[in-house]
């Protein structure tokens, strides 16, 4: 079982439409997660962090945590064709090593 | 001025090469990593360093090395570059403001394509 894991997609919504991203995590002790958002051949770009359980929304973007269930989520409302990117979920366990383990992530295609 | 910087942002060698790839920042922050990633791997690390005199290896060290000059460069070296060791290189840096909420910052990346 991988460590973080996400649907690589691609994963297709009209514009407008709510879009809905799903990581997973095999490790109970992590303890803080983050979105990123890459646009082919560019760097990741930070969109969310969350560290409790629950929602935490920032603009269109809104972060789900269930660390009883172990996944993490990220919904973009009224998507854009700009949205359209490949989106990377990372999972810190953190204790000394305080290192980020990335999902393969999932592309997601906005369409007009 | 970008935050985080990398040069060169493209390299062609060939195998057997020693390549070096640099990574400044002006962020100030203590911690740096080194990333690699390939299509339908993800980003994968390379090496770590905490601060100037702290450098850990990350998941896949082997064929690279890392010299940490000053807080603010982090330098990763291919010492005999390998067709395999193509792919795109990530320096990024975080700040540790808590031992979790560790936020890493990412450079714009190097694009290296060892023949």
């Known amino acids: 079982q991988k460590e973080v894991e996400q649907n690589s997609g691609p994963l297709s919504v009209p514009e407008g439409a709510i879009a809905s991203l799903n990581c997973t995590y095999s490790d109970r002790v992590s303890q803080s997660f983050f979105w990123y958002r890459q646009y082919s051949g560019k760097s990741p770009e930070l969109i969310m962090s969350i560290y409790s359980n629950g929602d935490k929304e920032d603009g269109r973007f809104t972060a789900q945590l269930n660390k009883a269930s172990q996944y993490v989520s990220l919904l973009i409302r009224d998507s854009q064709p700009s949205d359209s990117a490949t989106y990377l979920c990372?999972?810190?366990?953190?204790?000394?090593?305080?290192?980020?383990?990335f999902g393969t992530g999932t592309q997601l295609k906005v369409e007009l | 001025d970008a935050d985080v910087t990398q040069t060169p942002r493209n390299r062609i060698t060939k195998t057997g090469k020693r390549i070096m790839l640099e990574c400044s920042q002006t962020?100030?922050?203590?911690?740096m990593y080194w990333y690699r990633q390939d299509p339908g791997l993800g980003l994968r690390l390379i090496y770590y360093?905490?601060?100037?005199?702290?450098?850990n290896k990350g998941e896949i060290s082997d064929g690279y090395s890392v010299s940490r000059q000053a807080q603010a460069k982090f330098s990763l070296s291919l010492e005999s570059a390998i067709p395999n060791q193509t792919a795109l290189y990530f320096c990024?840096?975080?700040?540790?403001?808590?031992?979790?909420?560790?936020?890493?910052?990412f450079g714009p990346g190097t694009r290296l394509t060892v023949l």
């Open positions: 962020k100030g922050h203590d911690r």
């Open positions: 990372a999972v810190n366990r953190g204790g000394g090593g305080n290192k980020l383990t």
């Open positions: 360093s905490f601060d100037v005199k702290d450098i």
């Open positions: 990024a840096t975080s700040d540790p403001s808590g031992t979790s909420t560790d936020t890493q910052y």
